[in-house]
């Protein structure tokens, strides 16, 4: 055994060698891993939307746009009794840029559809519209030359709450019908805009 021999150092050297091989055998497998996640996009991808699509249906920001009755049922829907908060929607925004989702309560008439127009385009994309009640869905009983028949002539609408004026209840229906369009990536001014394109070619 040579003089300079030092155990000390041998225990050290097996040590620092097993050590890299782990190391190497970890950093193999965290490469093929990856490798594996990034050639199978279509994993990622669904995942990744999947969350995306989850955030979107879980806190959808309503703009305030009541125009007539329904929205006092609205204004209800975000009391205590009915508490919208409890499904993501208790951010009622004064700000469209801040907001996704327009629930146009009560009827329109065509002096106050440029405006609602404008604050639609505003809003931050994606954004989605719900009718609420029978005016803002058909006109109800204002068969008249002064009120819009049907808010789906000035904006998109994803989903229409009937009654005249409808409660709160329907109005909560149909956020949660929103919101399952919304976990499948639906949307009216997707469908609109793709049907635009078709029609132009």
Not at 112 to 119: E, F, G, K, S, Y
Not at 156 to 166: A, E, Q
Request: charged share 20%; proline share 5%.
């Amino acid at each position: 055994m040579p003089d300079d021999y030092n155990i000390d150092d041998q225990v050290l050297t097996t040590r620092l060698s097993t050590m890299i091989k782990w190391a190497e055998q970890q950093h193999a497998k965290l490469k093929h891993s990856v490798d594996g996640l990034i050639t199978a996009d279509n994993i990622v991808g669904n995942t990744v939307t999947a969350v995306e699509r989850w955030a979107q249906r879980n806190s959808v920001f309503p703009a305030l746009f009541g125009l007539a009755c329904c929205a006092i049922e609205m204004m209800a829907a975000g009391g205590s009794h009915f508490d919208i908060s409890r499904f993501g929607s208790e951010v009622f925004r004064a700000s469209p840029r801040q907001a996704d989702l327009m629930i146009v309560a009560g009827r329109v008439s065509w002096k106050m559809a440029p405006v609602l127009r404008q604050i639609y385009d505003q809003m931050a994309e994606p954004k989605w519209v719900i009718a609420m009640g029978a005016c803002a869905s058909s006109g109800g009983v204002f068969n008249n030359y002064a009120i819009v028949q049907g808010v789906d002539r000035i904006v998109p609408v994803d989903v229409y709450v009937p009654g005249c004026p409808p409660r709160p209840e329907l109005l909560l229906n149909g956020i949660f019908l929103l919101q399952e369009k919304i976990g499948r990536g639906e949307s009216a001014r997707e469908t609109a805009l793709a049907a635009a394109a078709g029609a132009a070619v």
